[in-house]
Nanobody, 124 residues
Framework: EVQLVESGGGLVQPGGSLRLSCAASGFTFSSSAMSWVRQAPGKGLEWVSSIYSYISNTYYADSVKGRFTISTDNAKNTLYLQMNSLKSEDTAVYYC?????????????????WGQGTQVTVSS
């Protein structure tokens, strides 16, 4: 059974940093594309970033490029999202998802499995 468990969310001031983690189990993590997707209050799903660690490729939404970094620790079966220079518009529930960069509008069916989500709130 695939399991994805996020952690690391919280309340942070604008300009601050957070690192999200996603512990994965039940599949071959090292050969799987992984993504982060977020959902702000009252809005739809927004793709944030994807990583294809087996070919060392990463992708970012324009809204987070240069501020967020996606990475993996294959020995720990863990996906990370380092978020720097956080803005109020980054406030959302962040989900870890099994699968690569989606085409077009994000839909839950674009990914094989989802975590439960972790809340990130950027506010002074």
């Amino acid at each position: 059974e695939v399991q994805l468990v996020e952690s690391g969310g919280g309340l942070v001031q604008p300009g601050g940093s957070l690192r999200l983690s996603c512990a994965a189990s039940g599949f071959t993590f090292s050969s799987s594309a992984m993504s982060w997707v977020r959902q702000a209050p009252g809005k739809g799903l927004e793709w944030v970033s994807s990583i294809y660690s087996y070919i060392s490729n990463t992708y970012y939404a324009d809204s987070v490029k240069g501020r967020f970094t996606i990475s993996t620790d294959n020995a720990k079966n863990t996906l990370y999202l380092q978020m720097n220079s956080l803005k109020s518009e980054d406030t959302a529930v962040y989900y870890c998802a099994k699968g690569g960069r989606p085409l077009g509008v994000v839909d839950r069916d674009d990914f094989g499995s989802w975590g439960q989500g972790t809340q990130v709130t950027v506010s002074s």
